[in-house]
């Protein structure tokens, strides 16, 4: 829905929740405690006129943290929200208030058929939100189930050198963001359900991709329903009647490998030893009408956040090298001496390139995958640098903003992988100056897949090919516009022009490997 249209229906909306509010006698008491600045609230819709188009919300916030600081407050409709832009306040949320702050507030767009009650990352803490993350810590992303998945992952890279390669000899463009997302579906899908759920040379990727990119986005967009949860029921967006069928085309691929294995079963087959025979296997499969809903919301998450961060990462990536052709050159030529003419690059190699780990968290620095992280609600008032963040308020991490500070970053707008290698900053949790995946007891659990994965692709496509920019685009150059959601994907997504490196790899060590 156009931002415009948004804004008529909260005009319209001014008189119904007028007599909503005043026959729930829902009278605000005055705070006994300072919240942090902001723009004075207008009556029943606080901010939200206040704030012009919001379809860019982390660059809107983040011009205001330039007025009221690195945290303010702003009262869109009936929700208290607390916005911090700073990575001091993010380590003071992280560090000192992480339990107390590790509620979520969740959309409505994710209540759809109930996801919400078995999602890992929109649950609140508790026995359900622990129970489900270890399961998928402990069955997914351990080291040793990791390496455990060394050479699956390698075969879905090489099948995207391969596509790759095959679009280099007729000097078709590839669009990047699309062929990292497929090979991380089925990355996904065989590690899940030991089948591939997409391919290259098929409508199904695409058809998925879209999918998750609106579920992304409907999720993220700015709805009447969150600002009012009493307008919740009149859905005046139509943000589930959109996302329904999203959801469902999700599902209905789920229940139908959940279906054949189930059968298979039956027939006395054996296990396949994947994630969903874990799953199976476990209190969440067992008997019961609604067992399935667990699993499908699991997948979901898991296929919806590994696809959409790892591949947009990628993309963004390499949307600034073909717009900085030294810092290309570089890191080509870094993995040219490492790893040589004679073998593809392994995640072994990783560790040894300092300049391909700082070109991915200097992505990661003006390109977060999450903007705000998911967003957070206090569980108990607490005090925050002076001020008092109320029980139930909204609060957001600008993580775009954190990583755009000037006054941690020396310019900042410029893409500068050597910032990185100048002073020791990761991105796991512990460097609140770049918290790309989050922190604390939230942080997100795929983070080590995800680490892998974008090294692996950017680094084996940056490897095994020299790339270009379409004739159209030499003169205009790329566009680097973001669309908003849940996710901060490309807006018009990146296409290249792949040209082949020779590479000698001999049979024989393709065999061994």
Known sequence: MEVDSLVLLLLLSIPLLSIILLSQNNRRKKALYPLPPGPKPYPLVGNLLQLGP???????????????????????????????????YAKKIFQNHDLALAGRHEPDAVRILSHHEWS?????PGPRWRSLRRLCTTELFTNQRLDSHLLLRRQKVQELLDFVSKSAEVGAPVEIGWVAFTTTLNLLSSTIFSTDLAGFYSDSSQEFKKTIESIMEFAGCPNVSDFFPMLTPLD????????????????????????????NREEGSTGRDDFLDVLLDSQLGEGGPDFRRPLKSLFGDLFAAGTDTSSSTVEWAM???????????????????????????????????????????ETMRLHPPVPFL???????????????????????????AIGRD??????????????????????????????????????????????????????SLL???????????????????EKFGVTLAMAHHLKAIAVSVQVNISHERLVQN
């Not at 890992?120 to 609140?124: A, G, R, T």
């Not at 069928?245 to 294995?261: C, G, M, S, V």
């Not at 108990?380 to 991490?397: D, F, N, Q, R, S």
């Not at 949790?429 to 897949?449: Q, T």
């Open 54 to 88: 919001i379809s860019q919300p982390h660059v809107t916030f983040t011009s205001l943290s330039k007025t009221y600081g690195p945290i303010f407050s702003l009262q869109l409709g009936q929700v208290t929200t607390i916005i911090v832009s700073s990575h001091e």
């Open 120 to 124: 890992v990352p929109w649950l609140p």
């Open 236 to 263: 005046l967006q139509g943000v589930r009647r959109k996302m329904n069928p999203l959801t469902n085309f999700l599902y209905k691929i789920f229940d139908e490998q959940i279906d054949r294995r189930i059968k």
């Open 319 to 361: 949307a600034e090298l073909l717009q900085n052709p030294v810092t290309l050159a570089k890191v080509r030529n870094e993995l040219a001496s490492v790893i040589g003419p004679e073998r593809e690059m392994e995640e072994s190699d990783i560790g040894q390139l300092p300049y391909l780990q700082a070109v991915v968290k």
């Open 374 to 400: 998911l967003p957070r609600r206090a569980q108990e008032t607490v005090e925050l640098g002076g001020y008092l963040i109320p029980e139930g308020a909204k609060l957001l991490v600008n993580v775009w």
């Open 406 to 459: 000037e006054t941690t970053w020396p310019d900042p707008l410029k893409f500068l992988p050597e910032r990185f290698l100048e002073k020791e900053i990761d991105f796991k949790g512990r460097d609140f100056e770049l918290i790309p995946f989050g922190a604390g007891r939230r942080i997100c659990p795929g983070l080590p897949l995800a680490y892998r994965m974008i090294h692996l692709m950017l680094g």
């Open 463 to 481: 490897h095994r090919f020299e790339w270009k920019l379409p004739k159209e685009a030499v003169n205009c150059g790329v566009n680097m516009s």
